[in-house]
């Protein structure tokens, strides 16, 4: 049996209200979700990006439930929750033909600019778009060069309706939680909010921060810090959604 222990200060938390009974309801909310998350990271026949997903749902959920609380109470801790942990849900996605030409048109469109486009184990298109092209320090402001890179992706969105999307921002650790984890969450606000206004629905697009949570390099170099202040974006086709696309299209 596996012990959790969520010491007092606990990396992750965000600062709230000192009200004695709000404080105990966060931190409850907070430390069930961080538990779920650890003990579905530990599944043995979870694939790496499985296992992150799912450690992020319950980092989203705490993050989530302590922000809502901050703004709501009770009912914020709750939906809160709810909204961090929907985020990164797992599902079952397949690897379809418009999926194949979207990761063509990314590689083309993203080449020579050091954004890596993969298609991960789990059949899902995935992203990785470096600081350098996407936000400066302290900023979720989207950079000249980044744009161009959106709206070739806003495109291929709008080309499969099928596909839905999740937007992962990161940052360093040189800022505190307090700062990095709506920072995190704003950069992929942000990243949403462009694909919108060039056509893409909203209730396609799902967005979570995971503060420093998550680093990919190393944090004590500017090129470390550089490399995990980043947007992760992940395409997926379930196959449910891919049916009811191709069955209005036939109409």
């Given at each position: 049996m596996i012990e959790f222990?969520?010491?007092?200060?606990?990396?992750?938390?965000?600062?709230?209200?000192?009200?004695?009974?709000?404080?105990?309801?966060?931190?409850?909310?907070?430390?069930i979700a961080a538990i779920a998350a650890f003990g579905l990271s530990a599944c043995a026949n979870m694939t790496d990006t499985q296992?992150?997903?799912?450690?992020?749902?319950?980092?989203?959920?705490?993050?989530?439930?302590?922000?809502?609380?901050?703004?709501?109470?009770?009912?914020g801790v709750r939906n809160g929750a709810l909204i961090g942990g929907a985020v990164a849900g797992l599902g079952t996605y397949i690897w379809s033909?418009?999926?194949?030409?979207?990761?063509?048109?990314?590689?083309?469109?993203?080449?020579?600019t050091g954004v890596q486009v993969t298609q991960t184990a789990e059949n899902l298109l995935q992203l990785d778009i470096p600081s350098d092209i996407s936000f400066a320090v302290n900023s979720a402001q989207i950079?000249?060069?980044?744009?161009?890179?959106?709206?070739?992706?806003?495109?291929?969105?709008?080309q499969n309706p099928a596909a839905t999307v999740q937007i992962i921002g990161h940052t360093d650790s040189s800022g505190s939680d307090a700062i990095n984890n709506p920072l995190s969450v704003n950069r992929a606000a942000s990243t949403r909010d462009y694909l919108v206004g060039r056509g893409v629905?909203?209730?396609?697009?799902?967005?979570?921060?995971?503060?420093?949570?998550?680093?990919?390099?190393?944090?004590?170099?500017?090129?470390?810090?550089?490399?995990?202040?980043?947007?992760?974006?992940?395409?997926?086709?379930?196959?449910?959604?891919?049916?009811?696309?191709?069955?209005?299209?036939?109409?």
């Open positions: 222990h969520v010491p007092a200060g606990h990396r992750g938390a965000v600062p709230v209200d000192h009200t004695v009974g709000r404080t105990a309801g966060l931190r409850r909310a907070a430390a296992r992150r997903t799912a450690t992020g749902a319950g980092i989203g959920s705490a993050v989530g439930a302590v922000i809502g609380g901050t703004q709501s109470g009770g009912k033909s418009r999926m194949e030409e979207q990761k063509r048109a990314m590689e083309e469109s993203t080449a020579g950079r000249g060069d980044f744009r161009p890179i959106l709206d070739r992706f806003a495109q291929t969105l709008v629905q909203p209730s396609r697009i799902m967005i979570d921060g995971r503060g420093a949570w998550e680093p990919v390099a190393d944090n004590s170099s500017t090129a470390g810090r550089a490399k995990n202040r980043r947007v992760e974006i992940y395409v997926g086709e379930a196959a449910r959604q891919a049916s009811a696309a191709g069955q209005q299209q036939a109409r």
